[in-house]
């Protein structure tokens, strides 16, 4: 058991996006653009592209637990990533296993994609809150998952900062900034304190995948800097609060430029590969 003990190991519980531009397959692309191992647990089975979700498939918690088992018996694993989650079961399950594994999770609470369809059960909101929030470092929703997640009707940057307060009673927050002229609302529930991190916006219709990508982004660069603060004396009592504000203002910079040199609809983590 945990043969594997190299702490540059991340996780991604979420869902398979064939297309190649959400899901699973960003997140690992998005791990290894980091330097990071990714695993992966499928959550769900999707039929989608950057413009339509045709249909969602949920595995049975059966499946999902048997591949979370798989990991864990190999690999020794600090910080994980979700996705797509599809319904209240997958939610307990999920949380159970955060729990029993001690890991802290950044959770990209994925209710719609970016084309607008449904990929979730109504009310898993209320779910994420329920059994998953409070046991979770950071979540990241967008503007429409922020309003879901607060019954706050979200208008004006005002109104997402009325919004990451009433969800930061959970945990962390990051309110994207997509449909804020690029003003991301950050909340640390530790320090209650609440302050904004602006990014250029970038006229493109290559935007699928941006919500998987940066949860994905942060959850690596959490690893990176636990890494960095093992090694060196001087940093070794930071906190994963102290280390929050540093992966979230490198990952936004990762998405910019991911945004930057998208195509075929989606980001490209990939940037900064270089064809032969």
């Known amino acids: 058991m945990n043969n594997f003990c190299d702490n540059m190991i991340g996780l991604s519980i979420a869902g398979f996006d064939p297309s190649g531009g959400a899901g699973i397959l960003t997140d690992i692309k998005t791990m290894a653009a980091h330097g990071i191992h990714g695993t992966s647990v499928i959550t769900a ?15 049975s918690t059966t499946y999902i637990s048997k591949q979370i088992h798989s990991i864990f018996d190999e690999y020794s694993i600090k910080y994980a990533k979700t996705g797509l989650l599809y319904s209240k079961e997958i939610i307990q399950l999920v949380s159970k296993k955060v ?34 929030l409070k046991k979770s470092l950071l979540v990241t929703p967008n503007v429409s998952e922020a309003e879901n997640l607060s019954g706050i009707r979200i208008e004006s940057i005002d109104d997402a900062k009325d919004a990451a307060y009433e969800i930061g009673k959970y945990c962390n927050v990051m309110i994207t900034g997509g449909h804020l002229n690029g003003v991301n609302i950050i909340y640390n529930k530790e320090k209650d304190e609440l302050r904004t991190l602006k990014q250029e916006l970038i006229e493109t219709k290559n935007l ?12 690596s660069n959490l690893i990176l800097l636990n890494e960095r603060d093992s ?40 940037f900064n590969s270089k064809p032969f």
């Open 45 to 59: 089975l999707t039929a989608q592209n950057p413009k339509k979700v045709f249909s969602v498939e949920p595995i």
């Open 99 to 132: 729990g029993e594994y001690d890991l802290s999770i950044v959770v990209d609470p994925v209710m719609v994609a970016s084309a607008g369809d449904s990929l979730a059960k109504d009310k898993i909101a209320n779910d994420l809150k329920k059994y998953l």
């Open 208 to 219: 699928h995948g941006t919500g998987c990508s940066l949860s994905a982004a942060i959850c």
């Open 231 to 270: 090694l060196d004396k001087n940093n070794e009592n930071k906190s994963d609060s102290d280390n929050l504000k540093i992966a979230i203002e490198k990952s936004t910079k990762f998405i910019y430029e991911s945004v930057k040199n998208g195509r075929y609809g989606t980001l490209n983590p990939n």
